[in-house]
């Protein structure tokens, strides 16, 4: 990212005061013999699975009614981390979401009146079935899971956050995508009228912001489509309504407000490798071994970072992921992968 590189200090007061309060809250959470329920709130539809339960929000549900009903039917899914989840204050105000604003805390301040609904995604490429779809019949047919993910932001901070959605590839397969089927290309809303910044003469970086994924990423089971966290719908500063977390990969790579999703033969070029393909590659899998020129990569800053903690933990390869990862890149020169542009 061309940002200048962020630094402890670098968090703003204002975030240090709301992890006070997440703390007092959770003080009181603990004095009223609520135990563990994340954030102080109740479990979604009082469902648990198993021993974990699941987060959820104290704000009432967001979103069209269709979604909100959906809501109510969210269940724990596979792969989530035990690890505590970065609250709630610090996922939906340390962004990076360029439409809206380089600085961390612009895609919150200027994303407000982000209108989301309705929402339609383009589906199109190399499959049989291809159209242009409401998000509600996009979405309708899946089940809602909760995944609680690390990501890894190239910028060497990082985060836990209990996504809501379903895996992609029960979407994609929905579409019967052919044998020239290569690759998965999407793209976010272009609308400068909305996004200030893709009207802005010295944008960062070229619009629409465009990532893409091999077939086989693609279907792998852990890439997800977020609609929402902490059990209700994604803030717009998330990438309202529906978005990519791919876990294993640096966060750049994790698009937001999709509105197309196409099937191609050929590699996609993405955005942050036509900036600056020396910098940013097309897998971008994390990678502790190889640094960026800017942000060393075997460490980074787990959020919430305060004043008394420092919080900062050694970078695991595929971001943790790779058990579930790691075959699909065997034989691959990783680094150099990473660092360039290279057709296959
Ligand atoms: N998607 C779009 N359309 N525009 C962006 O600027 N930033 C990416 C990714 N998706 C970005 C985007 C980067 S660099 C990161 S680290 C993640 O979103 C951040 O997601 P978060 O703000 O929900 O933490």
Redesign the pocket.
């Known amino acids: 990212?061309l940002i200048k590189r962020a630094r402890a200090d670098d968090i703003r007061s204002s975030e240090i005061t709301s992890e006070t309060v997440f703390h007092q809250r959770r003080k009181m959470i603990k004095a009223m013999g609520l135990g563990a329920v994340a954030l102080g709130t109740p479990v979604i539809g009082g469902a648990t699975s198993g021993e974990r339960q699941f987060y959820s929000t104290q704000a009432p549900l967001s979103g069209p009614v269709w979604l909100q009903n959906k809501l109510k039917t969210v269940t724990p899914g596979q792969y989530s981390t035990q690890e505590s989840a970065t609250p709630f204050e610090y996922v939906s105000t340390y962004?990076?979401?360029?439409?809206f604003g380089t600085g961390k805390t612009d895609?919150a301040d200027n994303s407000r009146n982000f209108v989301t609904d309705p929402w339609k995604v383009e589906v199109a490429g190399e499959a049989e079935l291809t159209g242009t779809y409401n998000l509600e019949d996009i979405v309708k047919p899946h089940m809602l899971e909760e995944r609680v993910y690390r990501?890894r932001?190239v910028e060497a901070w990082s985060?836990v956050v209990p996504w809501v959605g379903f895996p992609l590839a029960d979407l994609l397969k929905r579409f019967e995508p052919n044998s020239n089927a290569k690759y998965v290309r999407f793209e976010?809303l272009h609308d400068p009228e909305q996004m200030p910044a893709q009207g802005s003469r010295f944008a960062a970086i070229d619009y629409p912001?465009i990532e893409g994924l091999r077939i086989d990423e693609a279907m792998n089971e852990l890439a997800f489509l977020a609609v929402g966290v902490y059990g209700n719908a994604m803030p717009n500063?998330?990438?309202a309504p529906i978005r990519l977390v791919v876990p294993w990969k640096y966060?750049?790579k994790?698009?937001?407000?999709i509105v197309k999703i196409e099937f191609t033969k050929r590699r996609p070029k993405t955005t942050w490798e036509i900036s600056n393909s020396r910098e940013y590659g097309f897998y971008a899998n994390v990678n502790p071994a190889v640094h960026h020129p800017r942000w060393r990569q075997d460490t980074e800053r787990r959020l919430p970072q305060t004043l008394f903690s420092r919080s900062r933990i050694a970078t695991q390869p595929f971001n943790g992921y790779g058990e579930q990862v790691a075959s699909m890149y065997e034989g691959m020169d990783l680094s150099r992968y990473y660092l360039s542009l290279i057709h296959i």
């Open positions: 990212m962004n990076n979401f360029y439409e895609p990501l932001c985060m976010t912001y500063q998330n990438g966060g750049f994790s698009i937001k407000s």
